[in-house]
């Protein structure tokens, strides 16, 4: 076995030694920072509604629609953070800049939750003269939020897959640990949203909102420390460009190319990946391997030699990993109403439980923590599919005459 890791590199740049960098030791650094985003962003997202309504005075509407604003551009940052990653600093760098990002909003939050100056004048609930806020210090909320936004779509672009760089694919034994490190990273994230949805909200409610969006802040800062210390541990692998660019350079070479006929034969398409890292070739969408026809005009000269223009002539192999993600449209299509239903969760769902009555003895359940219902739910089924479901599917699996 090869001590070094093909397509990976050390901290300094030369092959990655097998036994000194990788594995579970440097996975578990980058967990760190996952649990914290998972409780910050979470944390504060599933108590913002209530935040709006009765420290900002904002009608249940506008406040509603901040909540799902503020998560859905979240999502929507993942698309920036990882062209980002790909195309200019690579995971490592960008998983330590977003989560600086991401604690400068929180430890905004935390001041402008602090200081009188920053929030209105706090009134008798249901009131109609609570003045709402004004201009500037929604202002420096909606900074602090963008900015925490912002600082999630780094991390959630990068970490998983700065995770995954952690394993050779090509060695049985560490493929196997990538496929249990992609099992515990939805755990933790699981465990991240349920602190968020019970400790931290609590803090909110009962003790301290700035209080508690400083516990955010500190655990990124405690994260940050924690993952730069794995610095000398990490795999580092080389990034090949952002696959988002990649998808359009071979639907815009289809585009182009539409007129033409395909060969007959697969073997007269381009293709100039090595053997062994070939996909194997599909009948399905045809349309886009004219991307990989060659014509006149398709290369390019240069001093360092000719190269295929990516806009003009794209390789089978990336028509095939295109072909990939257009298969995957349906199950993504599959989550919208999922996550429709989510927001009502997180926003209107959260409003109802604020009147209602959630006491248990001298105890009071915050509004907020009822959407632990929803967390309880995932950490149940993953531990269904990790111990029941994937020992039955193996074992199925394994009988003679089954095919997968």
């Known amino acids: ?11 300094k740049g030369f092959p990655a030694d097998r036994s000194k960098t990788g594995g579970w030791v440097p996975a578990a650094l980058i967990l760190g920072i996952e649990i914290v985003e ?4 979470m944390g504060i997202a599933v108590n913002l509604v209530t935040y709006m309504i009765s420290v900002m005075h904002l009608p249940s509407s506008t406040a509603a629609n901040t909540v799902t604003d503020f998560m859905g551009t979240s999502f929507l940052l993942c698309l920036l953070g990882g062209f980002i990653a790909d195309s200019f600093l690579g995971r490592y760098k960008t998983i330590g800049i977003f989560a600086s990002i991401q604690t400068l909003g929180t430890a905004t939050l935390a001041i402008s939750s602090r200081l009188p100056q920053l929030r209105p004048p706090s009134c008798h609930a249901n009131s109609d003269r609570c003045k709402q806020a004004n201009g500037f210090q929604l202002g420096i909320l909606y900074l602090s939020l963008y900015f925490i936004a912002l600082g999630t779509g780094g991390l959630k672009s990068s970490v998983s897959g700065f995770g995954s760089d952690q394993f050779d694919e090509t060695d049985e034994k560490e493929k196997s640990q990538m496929a249990y490190f992609f099992n515990r990273f939805f755990f933790f994230i699981s465990f991240g949203t349920l602190a968020a949805v019970t400790v931290l909200v609590y803090l909110q409610d009962e003790v301290s909102r700035s209080l508690a969006y400083g516990v955010c802040s500190v655990s990124m800062i405690i994260a940050i420390i924690v993952f730069l210390s794995g610095t000398k541990r990490y795999r580092y692998k080389k990034s090949l460009g952002s696959p ?4 359009f350079q071979v639907i815009v070479a289809s585009i182009k190319k539409r007129k033409l006929q395909l060969p007959h034969t697969v073997g007269s398409l381009y ?16 349309f886009l391997e004219k991307a990989a026809i060659v014509t006149e005009g398709d290369f390019e000269t240069s001093l360092s030699g000719s190269a295929p223009n990516p806009w003009k002539l794209c390789s089978l192999t990336r028509v095939e990993e295109v072909k990939m993600v257009v298969r995957l449209l349906p199950v993504w299509a599959t989550t919208i109403l999922f996550w429709t239903i989510y927001a009502q969760m997180i926003t209107f769902s959260v409003e109802q439980a604020s009147t ?5 003895g001298s105890f009071q359940i915050p509004a907020g923590s ?5 967390v309880a739910a995932i950490l149940i089924t993953l531990a269904v599919y990790d111990r029941l479901i994937m020992p039955l599917w193996k074992k199925w699996k394994g009988k003679p005459g089954t095919h997968y």
Do not use: K
């Open 370 to 374: 009822l959407t632990v219902f929803f």
């Open 356 to 360: 209602m009555e959630r006491n248990m």
């Open 271 to 286: 293709e100039d990946t090595p053997e062994d890292s070939r996909i194997e070739h599909t009948d399905q969408f045809r």
């Open 1 to 11: 076995m090869s001590w070094t890791v093909a397509g990976a590199v050390d901290y």
């Open 244 to 247: 988002i660019v990649h998808i």
């Open 38 to 41: 998972r409780l910050s962003t």
